[in-house]
């Protein structure tokens, strides 16, 4: 996607327009300004700044659109070979942003944020997907509130709970009660004794589900999972809200022109 076509999303009112419209009324001011001026030798330096200008002009808007390019696949596909494209597409953008100027100084940094936003989704994307851990865990307790509310209604029903399909329905409740119950205890002590395992296992294999004990996870691998979901959550958000600011700082950036 190129440059027009992705930054009219960035604020609703098309930054688009801001950009280009810096570079271009940055331009026809030099041209009314050398119209006007008589005096020789400042019409020379003024031909001369609207020169410079325009030669910086053009890479740095091809720099601008190549890094927000590669900020967006890198959020669309948060790889690192998408961080890396970011990161060098990043670094051309700062060696064209030079100058000692607050409008420079004000790009790269909002540069720099959104690749540091690209790096917390690339560096914790392995944590978003449900853990097998989770998966199982969830099953499980799905699993036992049905089969808790199926028993409730047959009683409620009128149902003899006394037949051998009824008892069997009742046992695998139980099990699965007992399973849900006893995995969320070893999740709290943080790790699976001998027979902890051993109990699990048996439980589970009564409901169908004979790798249960694999669910056990401490409370240090769950945490540092939702603190990395949180982190993946938050460079997500913060890229999608700083691309304004920063389209608007590349505006003034551009509208300065070279120093």
Partial sequence: ??????????VATGMIGMIGAAFINSRAAFRTASSSNEIAVQSAALTARVSLHTTYAT??????????????????????ENLSKALTAYLTLRILAFEETNEAKDVTARAKALTENLRAMVENHHHVPAAPAET?????????????AEDQEQREAGTDMSTDRARAALRRTADLRAALDLLRELQRSGGVTEEGEADLHGLGACVGMPSLHLAVES?????????????????????????????????RWLNAGPQ
């Fill in 1 to 10: 996607m190129d440059f027009v076509q992705w930054l009219p999303a960035l």
């Fill in 219 to 251: 409370p240090v691998v769950r945490t540092n999972r939702a603190q990395g979901r949180a982190m993946y959550r938050e460079g997500n958000k913060r890229l999608s809200e700083d691309r304004q600011d920063f389209a608007e700082a590349v505006a």
């Fill in 136 to 148: 199982m865990l969830n099953e499980l307790d799905s699993d036992t509130r049905n089969a808790e």
């Fill in 59 to 80: 890479p740095r808007i091809k720099a601008v659109t190549d890094f927000l390019d590669a900020v967006q696949n890198g959020r669309g596909a948060p790889t690192l």
